[in-house]
C-alpha cells in the first residue's frame, strides 16, 4: 500500500522504483526519504511521500520563495507561450495566472496588449509586485475553495511549472476548471519525466524536494481528463512540455502511461556513474582538507549530505543567490551571498541547478582562484 494515494488516479497500489535520500535541515519539516513510485492502475510515477500538505505550506512559506527573480528563472514563458496565446485568446480575453511567482508572465501579458490578466500566489510579496505593477492579484492558494465570484469567469488560465509541486494536483485542476468558462483553454507546463534522460545536465536533479509528481504527455492528459478537460495543443522545449487543454466539461479516458517508468529506470541508471565519479572527488577534498565554499543549499546539496563525505569536507560557509536563505544557517554553517567570496577567497564547490556558466561568471568576476564545478 502505498503512503500516498496515486495523484493522477486515487489508487492505492504502487511499485517501488527508487528510495531517494536527503540530510534535510529539521527546520524544513520535510521527511530525509522518500520513494520513487510507479501506480499499478495509470502507471504514473510519483514520489510516495509521507510529507503533509501542512509540510508542504510550511516550507514554502518559509524555507524557499518564488517572490522575486533570484529564484524562478522564466523569461522565456511569454516567447514559449506567444503562438499558444494568439491562437486561443483576444487582447480583451479574461486571464489569470495561478502562482504567478514574480509576475514576469503578467508584466509581459500587460506589455504585449492583453488587457484583462489577473495573478493569484500564495506569497503576499508575490501579489504586492503584481498590483505594484498595475496588475490585478489576490493572495490564493490553488487548494483554496473557488469564490463565488471566480467561478465560470476565465477564457485563459495558466498554470506554469507549478503542477510538479502538488501534493494533490487534482484538487488544483479542479479549481482551474471550475474557473474556466465552457470552451475556456487551461495552459500547463511541467517537466516531461518521459524525456529526462535527454538531459545530460550534469546537476539537472529531477528528484528533488520538490518535485513530487512525474509528468508525460499522458499522464497529463488523464489526470485533466477527469475535470473535463480535452487537449488542444502542445509545444516542447527540451525536456519542458507545454499543453493546452479545452474545457469541454465531459470526462474523458484514462491512458496507461508505461513510458515514464522505463525512462525514469534509465535516468537513474545513467547518473550512477557520476555519482561515483562526483563521491570520488568530494572524498579527495575532504582527504586534502581543502577549505570550501559549496555554492547552492538545494535539494542537490542535500543529496550529496547524505550519499557523500561532503558533511566531513572543511567548509567554511555555503553561498545562495536566493535571498530568502541569505544570512541563514544550514547544518550549523553559515549561508552567505555569493559576493561574500570578494572578501573571502576559497575553493568553491558548485552544487547549483542554475547554469553552470552563468555562476563560473559570477565567480570569476569575484577574482576566486579555485572552483570545482560536480561536472
Ligand atoms: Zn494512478
Keep these: 500500500m502505498s503512503k500516498r494515494n496515486c495523484p493522477v488516479c486515487g489508487g492505492r497500489q504502487s511499485k517501488a522504483i527508487k528510495q531517494i535520500r536527503m540530510k534535510i535541515p529539521s527546520d524544513y519539516r520535510l521527511p530525509e526519504t522518500y520513494g520513487v513510485a510507479a501506480c499499478e492502475n495509470c502507471g504514473f510515477v510519483y514520489a510516495d511521500t509521507s510529507a503533509s500538505k501542512e509540510d508542504y505550506d510550511w516550507y514554502y512559506a518559509h524555507c524557499n520563495f518564488y517572490g522575486d527573480d533570484s529564484k524562478d528563472d522564466n523569461s522565456e514563458r511569454y516567447e514559449m507561450t506567444e503562438e499558444l496565446l494568439e491562437r486561443f485568446f483576444q487582447k480583451d480575453s ?3 495566472e495561478l502562482g504567478a511567482g514574480n509576475g514576469r508572465f503578467e508584466v509581459a501579458l500587460k506589455r504585449n496588449g492583453y488587457t484583462d490578466v489577473t495573478g493569484t500566489d500564495p506569497s503576499a510579496e508575490s501579489v504586492a509586485r503584481l498590483l505594484n505593477e498595475g496588475i490585478r492579484a489576490y493572495a490564493a492558494s490553488i487548494y483554496d475553495e473557488v ?20 501534493l494533490f494536483p487534482g484538487k488544483g485542476v479542479e479549481n482551474a476548471a471550475k474557473m474556466l468558462k465552457k470552451d475556456g483553454v487551461f495552459i500547463i507546463s511541467v517537466p516531461d519525466y518521459s524525456q529526462i534522460g535527454a538531459d545530460k545536465s550534469p546537476v539537472a536533479n529531477y528528484f528533488n524536494l520538490e518535485h513530487i509528481n512525474y509528468f508525460s504527455e499522458k499522464s497529463l492528459n488523464s489526470l485533466l481528463a477527469r475535470f473535463g478537460m480535452e ?7 527540451g525536456v519542458d512540455l507545454v499543453q493546452a487543454y479545452r474545457k469541454t466539461g465531459s470526462v474523458g479516458p484514462m491512458e496507461k502511461d508505461t513510458a515514464t517508468e522505463t525512462a525514469v529506470c534509465e535516468y537513474f541508471g545513467q547518473k550512477r556513474e557520476q555519482e561515483e565519479r562526483v563521491k570520488a572527488l568530494i572524498a579527495e577534498l575532504r582527504a586534502a582538507k581543502t577549505e570550501l565554499f559549496v555554492w547552492g ?6 543529496s550529496l549530505f547524505a550519499t557523500t563525505d561532503l ?11 536566493n535571498k530568502i536563505k541569505q544570512g541563514r544557517e544550514m547544518f550549523g554553517l553559515p549561508i552567505y551571498p555569493p559576493s561574500y567570496l570578494k572578501e573571502e577567497g576559497a575553493a568553491v564547490l558548485v552544487c547549483s541547478m542554475l547554469n553552470g556558466e552563468c555562476i563560473k561568471e559570477q565567480i570569476e568576476k569575484m577574482h576566486s582562484e579555485v572552483c570545482v564545478f560536480l561536472a
Design 94 to 96: 479574461k486571464l489569470l
Design 231 to 237: 487537449r488542444v495543443a502542445q509545444k516542447r522545449y
Design 297 to 302: 543549499t538545494g535539494s542537490y546539496v542535500m
Design 147 to 166: 469564490h463565488k465570484e471566480e467561478m465560470g469567469k476565465y477564457d485563459g488560465i495558466f498554470l506554469f511549472e507549478v503542477a510538479e509541486h502538488l
Design 311 to 321: 558533511g566531513q569536507c572543511n567548509i567554511k560557509g555555503f553561498l545562495d543567490n
